[in-house]
């Protein structure tokens, strides 16, 4: 009867063991899952704000490009222009033409 008990003891440890065993690879498995997610996170905290520099620089960059735009198109720059590199003068007299 002895060795039977000593049988069951040994089964009945050998489960709780194996019990533990699950639950703190349960636990284990947890903190990796809090862990993981948390630096997930960060990363994309990381990654948010570089994106959002990336967007500033590129307004500020439309800002620029806007203003030379603007520039660029005042008609006193293309008369300069015109005149100074093409050449052009207003018509005379007797070059224009009316088309009826």
């Known amino acids: 009867m002895g060795a039977r008990y000593a049988k069951t003891e040994r ?3 050998t489960r709780r063991l194996f019990s533990i065993l699950l639950v703190v690879v349960a636990v284990v498995m947890i903190l990796l899952a809090y ?3 948390h630096i997930s996170i960060t990363r994309f905290q ?3 704000a570089r994106e959002m520099s990336r967007k500033d620089r590129l307004e ?3 800002k620029k490009l806007k203003v030379e ?3 660029l198109k005042t008609p ?3 008369e300069e222009k015109a005149r100074a590199e093409l050449n052009m003068n ?3 007299r007797d070059q224009v ?3 009826q």
């Open 90 to 92: 207003y018509p005379t």
């Open 46 to 48: 990381y990654e948010i």
């Open 76 to 78: 006193q720059r293309i």
């Open 35 to 37: 862990v993981w997610s």
């Open 11 to 13: 089964t009945s440890t």
């Open 97 to 99: 033409v009316f088309v």
């Open 60 to 62: 500020e960059t439309i």
């Open 69 to 71: 735009v603007a520039t």
